[in-house]
């Protein structure tokens, strides 16, 4: 019996120091994963555009094929990036409310409208059923909204001349608040 429980405390002691090894690496491998989770957060986070931030840039065509890119802008004027749809029944609300700011502050602001997804057509004629005036870019990849981190239509975002993001709203804005970006820019 003696000789048995020798042998046993031998198989015993060994099966312990697997045991702690196995959980001390299970608990060291999950530390580092959530360590690198966290890390990844922070990358994530800081990529997602919000006041004081430096606007991505784009590179979009409008309906006739003329280029317009953010970074032409700076130094220049300040610029109001729009994200909407032709559908999108408060970006048809803000319609001529965004046609009149454009007109107004010409000289000061840019007033750009972004289209999420649709085709040159659609827009073509949407533009010409409603007289539009303020240029309308085409993004039928979707990229431009998604670097935005734009999740509704419309969504809006000041830029200065410096090209920083100076204000931002999401959803339906009003005209006297679209009127008030004026104060920004003077």
Partial sequence: MNNFLKKNTNLNVFLLIVILVTVAYFFGTKKNSQENNDNTKEETISLIPRVGSQAPDFNLKDINGKEYKLKD?????????????????????????????????????????????????????????????????????????????????????????????????????????LFDLLSFVR
């Fill in 73 to 177: 802008y700076q130094g220049e004027k300040y610029v109001l990036v729009i994200f909407e749809t032709t559908w999108c029944p408060w970006c048809t609300k803000e319609r001529e409310d965004l046609d009149d700011l454009y007109l107004e502050a010409e000289d000061k602001m840019a007033v750009i409208t972004i289209d999420i997804g649709e085709s040159n057509q659609t827009v073509k004629e949407h533009i010409k059923k409603y007289d539009i005036k303020r240029p309308w870019l085409l993004d039928d990849k979707e990229n431009i909204p998604n670097i935005y981190a734009a999740n509704s239509t419309p969504s809006h975002f000041l830029i200065d001349k410096k090209g920083q993001i100076v204000w931002m709203r999401p959803g339906y804005t009003t005209r006297e608040i």
